[in-house]
């Protein structure tokens, strides 16, 4: 039993977290050699059409709360060309009734805002319920836009909202982890607007270095209150029913679409070296250098661009010749640019890739 229970997700807050589960996070291969795939929830489905983001998995923090949500923006940033450490996600988010600025639906809209990223959210507290049908077809409008999702799901058998949440009010913190969702895969062409049960979504779990696979009909669950304060989730997918899903009456989802940035960029997408896990700084540990690769597309052959750097949420999308750290002649409609210079993984390190003659660089 407890060999099948192991490939379940983890879990975010440190009060659902089983031992076995904290010590496989504890115990996980932090190199940047992936998993060996064991589990049906790993293995890619054959679809006619896959749409797959350029992300890279890994493992959260689990500490103070876990950290799956500034986890999950992490990820989510460096679809766009930024990278944003685990503590400076919450560094810039104010107290949401989790543990101090743990990252959750209540405080998640205003990280994103301090962090200068431009979202959309899924209207969770506006549209009628139950809402399974609109956040599947918001999930997959987005990702065929390539923008990463983050959505939060809840754990079936599990209760919510936790002991102790202290912004219930029936609307929020039904749910237990927050993952990036990072593909979709169909047998129908993506000019289908509709999403069908056999449609697949890809997403990681923030506990291991593996993409993982979900149907489209097997995305929702139920929690009902009944007269209770809390409610029993119950999941389709997983084993015996106690897999992940998403609150069927109300979706916690979020699309990152771009950066808030006056000027236009090309899109532009960040690889990191090593990409497995970073130093756990607020405990103690010493922050490391990392590679990053900046891969831009939709260039037009032949034009200039400029590649501009910057190290803070608070100083980005200043355009000077300070933060310009290259030019170049685009042969193609991708560019490939490493950075020569490292960046501290404890950092907050911004890309743009805009064309030369679109700035007025500021001197």
Known sequence: MM????????????????????NRIKNADLSDTLDVCNSSLCQQPTRKYTKMLSMQPGVQWMQHGGYCGAWSVQRAALAKGAYISQQQVRDHAKFGGGHDEEILNTNIDGAFSRLRIRTEDFKFNVLPTPQSDAYLEFMKKHLLSDNPVIWMVMFGADSYPDPGYTMDNQTNGV????????GIMSNHPF????????????????????TLYVSANKVAGTCNYGGSQTCRASCPAGFFGIGQCVWNQRGYIYAIQDFLDERDAVPASL????FASEPYTRGGDKPIEITGTLT????????????????????????????????????????????????LSSSATYYRVVPASSINVIV
């Not at 490939?7 to 031992?19: D, F, I, K, N, V």
């Not at 607007?193 to 291991?208: G, L, N, Q, T």
């Open 3 to 22: 060999r099948l229970f192991v490939l379940l997700p983890a879990l975010c807050m440190s009060t659902h977290m089983p031992e076995w589960l904290k």
């Open 175 to 182: 749910y237990g982890h927050i993952e990036p969702v990072v």
């Open 191 to 210: 000019t289908d607007e509709v999403v069908h049960d056999d449609d697949v979504f890809a997403y990681f779990d923030d506990a291991s270095k593996q």
């Open 271 to 274: 690889s990191i070296s090593p």
């Open 296 to 343: 831009a597309k939709g260039l037009k052959a032949g034009s200039k661009y400029d590649i501009y750097r910057w190290g803070s949420a608070e100083d980005a999308f200043v355009y000077n010749d300070a933060n310009k750290i290259a030019t170049f002649i685009a042969t193609k409609e991708t560019h490939t640019f490493e950075d020569p210079t490292k960046f």
